[in-house]
């Protein structure tokens, strides 16, 4: 099968699309045909070689872990698919497993590819609903699940202010709309060509990024290094919430003020909801999918260049099939 390729450590623009022989699913797991397919930061971090000494990866490695698809093949014990499944979902490579989910981890042979093994027992899979499109399926599983549990740990109040820093990327597309439908006043950092967007999906006011402004209610971090988190944090009004997605896991010493609530946000277990939860939220229209490029895989290796090296907005979708 075709794949896109990391044949030892090295920027992303040593990736390739190459010939690797198709995965086969074992005891409680399935294959599944790719349909599509779209770039999360480990995708890109991971071959770098940035964490080596932590995550040691093993060649060829195949990028990947949010997909939709078709289950093509089921291993013995599954029950929860059968093939000729419509499914989508979130699943981290195998080296990853230790920082996978401790009880149902949820593992991939990689998502940048024609087929893919998936463990089939975790709440980050699930059938994809016909009001859902392939694309827009691949685009939501890691964004999806972690703008709902910044909502589900943020617990926003209607006529709250929130602001919202990286509000253009996968994730910040994400969450506007849901903090828009908590009832939430939000301000979101971008450019000024993502403004129009930005305002239809939710934001009341769109600022650069670092006119901060002050007295808000909660910021919500899904860019800035948590340790580089001091002029955000002094947008806090006292008593106010600081949540961030962002490595290194964040400190309190590191805000220069010690009179607001910090939280690190990573579920890795779907206790904050999973897959499930992402597709019904995407067909109420309460979690719209926010596309910024499409590639083909034999551009698939591009796409991960484009994604470390430019400006993108919201996800970049690559089609497999």
């Excluded at 490695?61 to 997909?67: A, K, L």
């Excluded at 698809?69 to 195998?94: K, L, N």
């Excluded at 691949?138 to 617990?155: C, K, N, Q, S």
Aim: hydrophobic share 45%; glycine share 12%; proline share 7%.
């Amino acid at each position: 099968m075709k794949a896109v390729v990391a044949s030892g450590y090295g920027p992303p623009e040593s990736l390739s699309v190459a010939e690797v022989l198709v995965p086969v699913a074992g005891r409680g797991q399935i294959q599944v045909r790719i349909a599509a397919a779209s770039i999360n930061p480990a995708d890109v971090r991971l071959p770098s070689g940035d964490f080596r000494d932590a995550v040691p990866l093993e060649f060829p490695h195949v990028p990947g872990n949010d997909f939709a698809g078709t289950v093509s093949a089921v291993g013995a014990g599954v029950t929860g698919f059968v093939v000729g499944d419509e499914i989508f979902g979130q699943a981290v490579p195998r080296a990853l497993r230790a920082m996978a989910g401790q009880a149902r981890p949820s593992l991939s042979t990689g998502s940048l590819a024609e087929y893919a093994v998936f463990e089939a027992d975790t709440p980050f899979l699930a059938h994809r609903p016909s009001g859902l499109g392939v694309a827009e399926a691949a685009a939501l599983p890691t964004v999806g699940l972690t703008a709902r549990a910044l909502l589900a740990t943020a617990l926003i109040r209607p006529g709250e202010r929130v602001l919202v820093v990286g509000a253009t990327g996968g994730v910040g597309t994400a969450v506007v709309p849901l903090l828009f439908a908590a009832g939430a006043q939000v301000i979101a950092t971008a450019t000024a060509v993502d403004a129009d967007l930005l305002r239809a999906l939710g934001a009341a006011e769109v600022i650069g990024y670092s006119d901060y402004p002050s007295g808000v209610d909660v910021v919500i971090n899904a860019v800035l290094p948590s340790d580089e988190l001091g002029p955000v944090a002094r947008s806090l009004r006292p008593g106010g919430r600081l949540l961030t997605i962002t490595y290194p896991v964040p400190e309190r010493a590191w805000l220069g003020r010690d009179d607001v609530d910090l939280h690190f946000v990573l579920d890795m277990d779907g206790r904050l909801g999973g897959m499930r939860e992402v597709a019904e939220a995407a067909v109420s229209g309460e979690l719209p999918a926010t596309i910024g490029r499409r590639y083909t895989l034999a551009e698939g290796p591009q796409a991960c260049v484009d994604f470390a090296r430019l400006h993108t907005t919201g996800k970049l979708v690559v089609s497999v099939a």
